[in-house]
Nanobody
């Protein structure tokens, strides 16, 4: 099995930046389809960004502000978050699938592996 651990969350002011990391263990993570999701208080979990091979996809709410990337040699996937807004406040999760099924699945709620989440809070 694969274990995923998120890190890099914290408290920042609006307009600031954070980089989240998703570290994988258990097997090779190279080119594993991976997504970032978030859940704000009182709201359902929502899709943020995904990467498979060299292709990426983003939710409209974060497009041009967030960037998902992969560093295969370190078994890491990152989410660079710029121009943060209070609406970005949420627990951020990374998720992965054993193989690429479809883009719709990668954007959805059902995945083979989930991390424990990291809190991002944006003030003002």
């Amino acid at each position: 099995q694969v274990q995923l651990v998120e890190s890099g969350g914290g408290l920042v002011q609006a307009g600031g930046s954070l980089r989240l990391s998703c570290a994988a263990s258990g097997r090779s993570f190279s080119n594993t389809p991976t997504g970032w999701f978030r859940q704000a208080p009182g709201k359902e979990r929502e899709f943020v960004a995904a990467i498979v091979w060299s292709s990426t996809d983003y939710a409209d709410s974060v497009k041009d502000r967030f960037t998902i990337s992969r560093e295969n040699a370190k078994n890491m996937v990152y989410l660079q978050m710029n121009s943060l807004r209070p609406e970005d406040t949420a627990v951020y999760y990374c998720a992965a699938d054993r193989t690429f099924y479809t883009w719709n699945r990668l954007r959805g709620d059902s995945h083979d592996y989930w991390g424990q989440g990291t809190q991002v809070t944006v003030s003002s």
